[in-house]
């Protein structure tokens, strides 16, 4: 094995199975979008954000129950929890963006934020080959990439690999910001490439 790929800074060994599960279900916001209109996807999201913002407003009597305890971080225990609350804004802002912009993309692009950097984590505990410098794995990014396009290609077609390479990338180079660049750095990504072929194919 190249040296570049050993992993060299220690990697996180666990996950919250919980909190995975209900980042990855996200995924399931543009089936709600598109079966039932994006209103109602969007009135969802708005309870969503209010129940959360009420979580940390109670946080310190609802960590005595096991159940709540297993969402957050133990980063987040006693400070605010920004990962969740910037996860709820991006899918809000997408399902907003879909009544201007193509609405297959902004799915999209909700589903490489849900199901590829998800699904990056989850395997990424496991891996054994880790990029130079980093405890991101390469078996996490393939993992999230192939999930990112196998979700959201009966949304946008080959975009779905646009959109997941270049959400995958920014998972791989973003820290705690990951759940604002990803999704927006696939949404840029698949306009432009959409805008390209529009005007020269």
Same mark, same amino acid.
């Given at each position: ?26 995924? &399931?916001?543009? #089936?709600?979008?598109? *079966? ?10 708005? !309870? ?7 979580? %940390? ?18 980063? %987040? ?17 997408? #399902? ?22 998800? #699904? ?10 880790? *990029? ?6 390469? %078996?996490?990014? &393939?993992?999230? #990439? ?6 959201? *290609? ?36 698949? &306009?432009?490439?959409?805008? &390209?072929?529009? !005007? *020269?194919?």
């Amino acid at each position: 094995m190249s040296e570049y790929f050993v992993c060299s800074v220690q990697k996180v060994r666990s996950y919250l199975p919980i909190r995975k599960a209900v980042h990855i279900s996200g995924s &399931l916001f543009p #089936l709600t979008a598109i *079966y039932f209109g994006k209103n109602v996807a969007m009135g969802i999201v708005s !309870a969503l954000l209010i129940l959360f913002l009420v979580a %940390e407003f109670v946080k310190p009597t609802l960590k005595e129950y096991s159940f709540f305890s297993s969402l957050w971080r133990e980063s %987040e225990s006693e400070g605010f929890a920004l990962a969740p609350f910037l996860y709820l804004i991006s899918i809000f802002a997408l #399902l907003l963006l879909s009544f201007r912009l193509n609405e297959g993309i902004c799915y999209a692009s909700i589903i490489v934020l849900g199901m590829g950097d998800g #699904l990056s984590t989850i395997f990424g505990v496991h891996g054994k080959m880790c *990029y130079g410098g980093s405890s991101k794995t390469v %078996e996490g990014t &393939l993992a999230g #990439l192939i999930g990112a396009i196998i979700f959201s *290609y009966p949304l946008v077609g080959y975009l779905s690999i646009v959109g997941g390479l270049a959400g995958m990338y920014l998972e791989l180079r973003s820290k705690k910001l990951d759940n604002i660049t990803v999704p927006f750095s696939a949404l840029l990504a698949m &306009l432009i490439v959409q805008a &390209l072929v529009n !005007a *020269y194919i």
